[in-house]
């Protein structure tokens, strides 16, 4: 979840605060009207307590923000939505509960308590920073869109208990559990008919819910639908550009061979990407923003090697920073035997042989290294180091090495460890 803006962890706790209680109301104002619940002394003492809260926040809403900073007026001009919005939440903030149980009043006057929901989309706007995302998760996005698929069918299964006759006999909780079950297979199209209305106005109600039930039904799969897409997207693109390439390579009868390396090549990349054109996505930003990013890509790379473990975070962004990638085709030579060493090698993708003469000693692929021991001996490499297909490498050459280990004891431990155990073996 990404913006422009900052609040303090107060401004967040006080938000967070506000949503929940609003929530809360929506849950039981319509609850405790259409069950026709008693009012208590404490459900009186916790509205007093909301009531308290929301004439709080409706003061805080008089504090408007100018080019970053906060500031009170008394002489700001409210544009008419301001004003309705204004009064909204100054009758939000009214200790209804106190008021009816004062004054004898019906225990409709309880359902004015719903003014309070019109604050959710406020607190959430400003939750999400006056609306500046530039990128909301999915699991925001499904949070959200439950927390208002459970409030609506609430509120449609109260209205319903309060239309529809029912048993005297009946518990509180069964007709609750009857109303949300009603409320459920009707907006969901499904309706088995073992419960129906009876008198006309419950019809009528029933026949706008199936109305409202096919179009949110419709609205709900589709949202679903796209945000599973936006999930997958990357992956989608790359089975698409797998297949494209297939395709172009059949029909330029490119040997079977080379198909086999380009689609395994292809394949690692994106594997291990989140797209074939990573580089791409941040070409367009500044130099320094790109080489931040760069090296996180770096990271994921070198972090999963033993020679790294145990290094901290800085560790390995420093190492990441210092990598050069490079390219063999299949059989150039990546180190020749008697050449002096001065670099580390880390396989990215492809495979290569270590070979004495015409033997091959041993194959590494992804994710392997080698050339360890010239970072920290001055010795000639005593084997050859061949490119079996296509192969992306990123090296470290013993200059940067020698400034890392002077800055990260750590990273000299492990090496001599390898070292060690090589002798060893």
């Known amino acids: 979840m990404i913006t422009q803006y900052k609040i303090s962890k107060n401004e967040k706790f006080w938000h967070f605060t506000i949503v929940s209680v609003v929530i809360l109301s929506a849950i039981e104002a319509p609850f405790s009207t259409c069950f026709n619940q008693e009012i208590s002394p404490l459900s009186a003492i916790i509205d007093s307590i909301v009531s308290i809260l929301f004439a709080i926040d409706t003061y805080q809403y008089t504090t408007h923000v100018k080019n970053g900073h906060k500031y009170r007026t ?3 001009k409210f544009n008419n939505e301001q004003k309705s919005k204004l009064i909204i939440g100054l009758i939000s903030s009214l200790p209804l509960d106190v008021i009816i149980t004062l004054s004898g009043a019906s225990h409709w006057w309880r359902l004015i308590r719903l003014a309070r929901v019109h604050r959710l989309i406020r607190s959430l706007k400003v939750f999400s920073l006056i609306g500046s995302l530039t990128v909301i998760p999915i699991w925001v996005k499904l949070m959200l869109a439950g927390s208002g698929a459970i409030i609506s069918i609430h509120f449609i299964s109260c209205l319903w208990h309060y239309l529809q006759p029912h048993p005297e006999a009946i518990t509180l ?5 009857l109303a949300t079950y009603w409320a459920i297979t009707t907006l969901t199209t ?3 008919g073992d419960i129906t209305p009876t008198t006309n106005i419950s019809r009528l109600f029933t026949m706008g819910t199936m109305v409202l039930g096919v179009g949110v039904y419709g609205i709900v799969i589709g949202n679903i639908a796209q945000m599973l897409g936006e999930r997958n997207r990357y992956r989608e693109k790359a089975r698409e550009k797998i297949e494209d390439l297939s395709q172009f ?3 330029y009868q490119v040997p079977k061979k080379i198909q086999i390396a380009t689609l395994g090549y292809l394949n690692n990349v994106l594997e291990k990407r989140l797209s ?16 931040e990013l760069t090296t996180y890509m770096n990271i994921k790379l070198i ?3 033993k020679i790294f473990s145990g290094c901290s975070n800085l560790c390995l962004k420093e190492v990441a920073k210092r990598l050069e990638k490079k390219s063999y085709s299949p059989g150039q030579k990546i180190i020749k035997e008697g050449d002096i060493g001065n670099e580390l090698f ?26 360890e021991m010239a970072l920290l001996q001055e010795t000639n490499r005593n084997a050859d180091v061949v490119a079996i297909n296509y192969c992306d490498l990123y090296s470290l050459d013993k200059e940067s090495f020698m400034a890392l280990i002077k800055k990260f004891p750590e990273l000299l431990k492990n090496f001599d460890r390898k070292l060690e155990l090589k002798k060893t073996a």
């Open 74 to 76: 008394n002489n700001y």
């Open 303 to 305: 972090k999963s090697l």
């Open 249 to 251: 390579m059949a029909h």
């Open 190 to 192: 499904v309706g088995y």
């Open 173 to 177: 909780v069964d007709s609750y559990i």
């Open 276 to 291: 074939d054109n990573d580089s791409q996505m941040i070409m367009e930003l500044p130099n320094a923003l790109r080489d």
């Open 346 to 371: 880390i396989i990215n993708h492809g495979i290569v042989e270590v070979k004495k003469g015409e033997e091959v000693i041993l194959k590494l692929d992804d994710g392997k290294y080698f050339g």
